[in-house]
C-alpha cells in the first residue's frame, strides 16, 4: 500500500466500505515510518497501542459504530501526553518520563477512533524554529534533507510530509505549526487561544500555547479542529462557545474583504521571490472580486520582543517544576538539595531552554519587572487592539507565512537573533489569540514549498477554513 | 539608668500574618481530598504533584470562604480577583511556584477587635485578606539521611490575612491571635488548630523608642506553631532588639525562626539573601469575579459571629462582661445558649446554668456542648420549674439535673413529681402542716413568743417533716412567723 495516495477521505471510503482493515492501514504506516527512519522524525512509534487501536477500529467498522477519525493514522507532538506513554517535550530532562494521564485532545482523538501512531520530534520545549533544538537531534525535511523541515513543531509537519501519517497535532506558541507547515508544504492551523483544550500539553508559555493540527487538505483541518475543540474542566481558560461542525460548512460564499499589513510586505528581512509570491496572490484575490487592501500596521518591531519578553518570563515559570526532585532526569552528581537543582537542569536542559529561562526569569526580576514584563503587557495591549481593529473592518489579514523558504540544517543554528526573526510574522496571532493558518500553494525557485497566512477575528476558524478552502481549490 | 528600666524606653510595633488553611473538601485548583492524617502522598494527582501539562482549576468554595471572613472583619471584598505566581524552589513545592493573589487580594481592610494590656478595647487592622495554595511538608528527621516529602497538603486552599502594624505587646498579638482563630471557628472557615499546622502565624517585629515617629527596622519570625509560641517568640525578639539596640548596635531586616524548646529566636535568611520571588499574573488562571449577589447570599448565610453575640449579651441580656465573654468563647456553647433563650428569658439564669451545672458536666467528662445530652427546651423548663417556686435552686442543681441527664427524654416536672421535690406552695396545705405544728408543741410557741426565736428551726423541722420535704422553705419560714408574731 502506498501511503503517499491515502488521503483520509479516500482511507475512510476504504476502510467503511471493507475494502482495506485499519490493521492494514497500521502496517503500512508502521513500515513507512521504519523506512523513513534517517529523518529522524518520530521518538517512538506506539506500537502496541496503535495495533490494539487499529483492531478495535476494525470492530467497530464491523458493528457500524465506527467514529468520525476511523480511518486516520495521526501522530502526536512529543509535547503531548498519552497515558502510559513516554513524553519528552525533546529533552533529556523527561527523558525517560511516562505520563499518568491523556492531554484532553488525546482522549478527544481516541474517542472519535483516530490511531495515534506515535509521537514526533520537536524542538525542546517546543522553543525553536527549525528542530535543531532537540535532545534527540534535529529532524531532515523529507522535501529536501538539507534542509530543516522548521519548527518548533519539526517533525509533526515533516511526519505528514513524508508520508508517514495522515495529520499531526502540532502546538504553536509564536508560530510553531504554521512555520514548519510552510516549510514542508503542508496545511497548518493555530486556533484561538481557548479554542482547544491545552490538558496535557506540556507548557511552554500559557498564555500563548494552543494545540492545533498540520494535515493536508483544509478539510482534515476542520475534521481534526471540531474534535478537539471545545470546553474541558481541566483548562479554566478555555472558552465555553460550542464548537461549529466546521467540515460540513466549508463551502466559501460571498466576497471578502482582506488586509495586508505594509511593513510584512515590505519588511526589509523578506526573501524577494516570498514578496513577489505574496503580491501575486494578492492580485489573484482581487481578480477574484475580494476586496484586498494595504494597511498601515506601525507595531511590527515590537512584535518579536513583546513575544520573547513575554513567553520566557512564563516559561522560565513552567519550567521550574523540572527540578530533579519529583519526577524527570536528576543528575547523579547531585548530592543535596541544591545541587540537585544546579546539576540535573544544567545537565538536563539544552542551551535554547537555558537561555529562555534566564532571560525570563531576568525581565520578571525586581527592579527590572516595569521595564520589560510591565512594558511587554501593555504593548501586548496594544497589539491586540490594534489587530482587532483591523480585524472589525476586514475579514483577514494576509501575510507570507515567514519572510523566506526553509533554510539549511545547521546555517542559522549559531545566530539566535536570526532565529528568533523567522517568527516576525507568526507572533502576532500569539500575541493576539487569533487563529491563523498557513495554506501550502507551492513551490519556490530552489524547489522548496512556500506558505501564505491567513489570520482571522477570534473564533472566526470557521470563516476562516472556508476561504481557505477557496484560496486552496483555486491554487 | 538602671538595666532593668531599659525596657520601657521602647514602644513594641508588631504586625502579623496568619495563614488559615480552609476546610474545603478538596483542593484549591484540584478536585484531590484535603482529608487530614491520610497516609503520606495519597491525597495527590498529576495536578498536585506539578506533572508536565496540568492545569489548575479553581474550587470556588475558596473565594465563598474568603468573603465570609472578609465580610466578618468588615473588609472590601473585591471585585476582579487575579491570581498571581509566586516563584521559588523548594523541595516540597512541586510547580516551583505557589498559586496567590498578589495585586488584586480578595479582601482590603477590616479589623479585628482585642483587649489591649489593659483591658480595654483595641482595633486591629488588617491589610489584607488573600488565596493562595499550600506547599507539601518536608520531614528532616524520619529517616537519617534523606528529606522525605508528603504532597498531601499541597495544594490545600489557605487564606492569608495580614494586619497593620497595630500590635504593641507580645500579649496584644497572642489576643489577637486568640481572635482570629474563634473568628475562623465561628465561620467555620478554619479549624484553628495551630498545633496540627492549619492555622500557622508570622510575627513582623520591630521596636522604636517611645514617641518616635518613623519605624524601627524588623524582622521577620516564621512558623509560629502554637498561640502561646506567638506569646514566646515575639517577647524574645523585643528583648533581643532593645538588648542589640541598647548595646549600639542596629537590627537588620532578616528572616528568623523560632526555637520552641530554647524559646529563641534564630536567623535564617539576611534581607541580601532574600527570596525575590518574580511575582506576575497566573496566565492558567482566568480572574475570577466577585458579583454583589454573591456577596450578599453569603452575608445572609453568616454565622453569628462572636462579638456580635458578646456585646448582646452585655447590652440587651444585660449579662456581666465576663459572662459574655465565657459564653461567647466557644461557638458551639454560644449557639447552645442562643437557643436556650429562645426558651427562656430568665438569661441571667440561663447564663448561671450554662457557666455552672452544664460547664462543669463537659468538663468532667471532658466533651463538647454538642455531646450534651439535655435540649435546650428541657433545661429551660427546669429553668422555669426554679423560677414558680416548684423546686429550689439547690433541688433543681443537685437532683433534677443530674436525673436529666440520666433520662434526658423526661421533663424536669415529671422528675421533679415522681421524686417528690416539687416545694408545697399551696397556702391551705401548708397553713395545716404549720398548725399541727404548733399545736404539737404549745409550750415551745409560748417560749418563742417570750423572746426565745431561735426556736424557729424546730418548728420549720417539724413542717418539713410533716410534709416530707416538699414545703417551700421560703414560705413555710413566711408564714410560721406571721402565726407566731400574732
Known amino acids: 500500500m502506498d501511503t503517499s495516495k491515502l488521503s483520509f477521505s479516500s482511507a475512510r471510503e476504504n476502510l467503511l466500505s471493507k475494502q482495506i482493515t485499519a490493521v492494514e492501514l497500521y502496517h503500512a504506516f508502521l513500515k513507512k515510518i521504519k523506512d523513513s527512519a534517517d529523518l529522524n522524525i518520530f521518538l517512538e512509534v506506539f506500537e502496541e497501542s496503535a495495533l490494539a487501536k487499529a483492531q478495535e477500529v476494525d470492530q467497530k467498522v464491523k458493528a457500524g459504530t465506527a467514529g468520525k477519525l476511523a480511518g486516520m493514522v495521526i501522530s502526536i507532538k512529543d509535547n503531548i501526553c498519552y497515558a502510559g506513554h513516554s513524553v519528552s517535550a525533546s529533552s533529556r530532562i523527561l527523558e525517560k518520563f511516562e505520563s499518568l494521564y491523556s492531554a484532553t485532545v488525546v482522549d478527544r482523538l481516541l474517542g472519535e477512533d483516530a490511531i495515534i501512531i506515535g509521537r514526533t520530534n520537536c524542538d525542546e520545549f517546543a522553543m525553536g524554529s527549525s528542530n535543531e533544538n532537540s535532545f534527540f537531534g534535529a529532524v531532515k525535511n523529507p522535501i529536501d534533507q538539507e534542509y530543516v523541515p522548521g519548527g518548533s513543531s519539526g517533525g509533526a509537519a515533516a511526519s505528514v510530509a513524508a508520508n508517514l501519517c495522515m495529520a499531526a497535532l502540532g502546538s504553536d506558541t509564536g508560530g510553531s505549526i504554521r512555520q514548519p507547515a510552510s516549510f514542508t508544504g503542508t496545511l497548518g492551523l493555530k486556533p484561538t487561544y481557548g479554542r482547544v483544550s491545552r490538558h496535557g500539553l506540556i507548557a511552554y508559555a500559557s498564555s500563548f500555547d494552543q494545540i492545533g493540527p498540520i494535515c493536508k487538505s483544509v478539510e482534515e483541518a476542520a475534521l481534526i479542529l471540531e474534535v478537539i475543540a471545545g470546553s474541558d474542566e481541566y483548562d479554566s481558560t478555555l472558552s465555553n462557545r460550542e464548537v461549529p461542525s466546521y467540515s460540513k460548512k466549508l463551502n466559501q460564499e460571498g466576497k471578502k474583504k482582506i488586509a495586508y499589513l505594509d511593513c510584512y510586505v515590505e519588511h526589509e528581512g523578506i526573501n524577494a521571490e516570498v514578496k513577489n509570491r505574496t503580491l501575486e496572490i494578492i492580485e489573484k484575490l482581487k481578480e477574484d472580486g475580494h476586496q484586498v487592501d494595504r494597511i498601515e500596521f506601525d507595531l511590527l518591531d515590537q512584535l518579536v520582543p513583546i513575544y520573547y519578553i513575554l513567553t520566557t518570563a512564563e516559561a522560565s515559570s513552567n519550567l521550574a517544576r523540572y527540578d530533579g526532585i519529583h519526577f524527570g532526569y536528576r543528575s547523579e552528581n547531585a548530592h543535596d538539595l541544591k545541587s540537585t537543582y544546579v546539576k540535573s537542569r544544567t545537565e538536563g536542559f539544552g542551551p535554547e531552554v537555558k537561555r529562555r529561562i534566564m532571560l525570563g526569569t531576568y525581565v520578571l526580576s525586581a527592579g527590572y519587572y516595569d521595564s520589560y514584563y510591565g512594558k511587554a503587557q501593555k504593548l501586548r495591549r496594544m497589539v491586540r487592539e490594534k489587530t482587532r481593529s483591523i480585524l472589525a473592518d476586514y475579514d483577514f489579514i494576509l501575510s507570507p507565512t515567514t519572510p523566506h523558504g526553509a533554510f539549511k540544517l545547521e546555517e542559522q543554528v549559531d545566530d539566535p537573533i536570526k532565529m528568533y526573526l523567522e517568527d516576525i510574522f507568526t507572533v502576532q496571532a500569539n500575541i493576539v489569540g487569533i487563529p491563523a493558518i498557513s495554506l501550502p500553494l507551492g513551490k519556490l525557485s530552489n524547489g522548496l514549498p512556500f506558505g501564505i497566512q491567513f489570520m482571522a477575528d477570534l473564533f472566526k476558524e470557521q470563516e476562516l477554513l472556508a476561504f481557505s478552502t477557496e484560496v486552496v481549490n483555486k491554487g | ?486
Open chain 2, 1 to 486: 539608668m538602671p538595666e532593668e528600666n531599659k525596657y520601657d524606653k521602647y514602644e513594641v510595633v508588631v504586625g502579623l500574618e496568619i495563614h488559615a488553611q480552609l476546610q474545603t473538601k478538596s483542593k484549591a485548583y484540584s478536585s484531590d481530598s484535603t482529608e487530614y492524617g491520610k497516609a503520606p502522598n495519597n491525597n495527590v494527582s498529576p495536578v498536585s504533584l506539578g506533572h508536565p501539562g496540568t492545569l489548575p482549576m479553581f474550587n470556588k468554595k475558596t473565594l465563598e470562604y474568603g468573603i465570609r471572613l472578609g465580610l466578618a472583619c468588615g473588609s472590601e471584598i473585591t471585585y476582579e480577583n487575579q491570581f498571581a505566581r509566586k516563584n521559588y524552589f523548594y523541595a516540597d513545592l512541586p510547580k516551583g511556584y505557589q498559586i496567590t493573589q498578589d495585586t488584586t487580594p480578595l479582601c482590603t481592610g477590616g479589623e479585628i477587635l482585642i483587649k489591649d494590656d489593659s483591658g480595654q478595647e483595641k482595633r486591629i487592622g488588617i491589610t489584607r485578606i488573600h488565596m493562595e495554595e499550600d506547599s507539601g511538608k518536608s520531614i528532616h528527621d524520619l529517616d537519617p539521611y534523606n528529606t522525605l516529602i508528603d504532597l498531601n497538603r499541597a495544594g490545600v486552599p489557605l487564606l492569608e490575612i495580614v494586619s497593620e502594624p497595630d500590635i504593641r505587646s507580645a500579649q496584644e498579638a497572642y489576643n489577637y491571635v486568640t481572635e482570629v482563630r474563634k473568628l475562623v471557628r465561628y465561620l467555620e472557615v478554619c479549624d484553628g488548630n495551630m498545633e496540627e499546622g492549619s492555622m500557622r502565624c508570622d510575627a513582623n517585629v520591630s521596636v522604636r523608642l517611645k514617641g518616635s515617629k518613623t519605624l524601627g527596622e524588623r524582622t521577620e519570625t516564621k512558623n509560629l506553631n502554637s498561640i502561646r509560641n506567638v506569646l514566646r517568640a515575639i517577647e524574645y525578639e523585643v528583648k533581643r532588639q532593645i538588648d542589640e539596640l541598647e548595646a549600639g548596635n542596629s537590627i537588620s531586616m532578616e528572616t528568623r525562626g523560632f526555637d520552641a524548646v530554647k524559646g529563641i529566636t534564630i536567623s535564617q535568611r539576611s534581607k541580601e539573601m532574600a527570596h525575590d520571588y518574580r511575582y506576575f499574573p497566573e496566565p492558567d488562571l482566568q480572574a475570577v469575579f466577585v458579583k454583589e449577589t454573591d456577596i450578599e447570599k453569603v452575608k445572609r448565610e453568616l454565622p453569628p459571629l462572636p462579638n456580635e453575640l458578646l456585646n448582646k449579651y452585655i447590652q440587651d441580656l444585660e449579662l456581666s462582661v465576663y459572662d459574655a465573654e465565657v459564653l461567647t468563647e466557644d461557638k458551639q456553647f454560644a449557639l447552645y445558649y442562643e437557643d436556650l433563650i429562645k426558651h427562656t428569658k430568665n438569661y441571667k439564669a440561663a447564663a448561671n446554668w450554662m457557666m455552672g451545672a452544664v460547664k462543669s458536666y463537659l468538663n468532667e467528662l471532658a466533651i463538647g456542648i454538642e455531646e450534651f445530652p439535655i435540649k435546650t427546651k428541657q433545661l429551660a423548663d427546669l429553668i422555669k420549674l426554679v423560677d414558680d417556686g416548684a423546686v429550689s435552686n439547690t433541688v433543681a442543681n443537685q437532683k433534677v439535673f443530674p436525673k436529666l441527664i440520666e433520662s434526658p427524654k423526661m421533663s424536669p416536672q415529671k422528675i421533679a413529681e415522681e421524686n417528690n421535690w416539687i416545694q408545697q406552695s399551696d397556702t391551705n396545705a401548708l397553713e395545716g402542716f404549720i398548725d399541727e405544728a404548733l399545736n404539737k408543741f404549745p409550750d415551745k410557741v409560748e417560749e418563742y413568743r417570750n423572746g426565745k426565736k431561735g426556736l424557729l428551726g424546730l418548728f420549720m423541722g417539724e413542717v418539713m417533716k410533716a410534709s416530707k420535704g416538699a414545703a417551700d422553705p421560703k414560705l413555710t419560714n413566711q408564714l410560721l412567723r406571721k402565726k407566731l408574731e400574732v
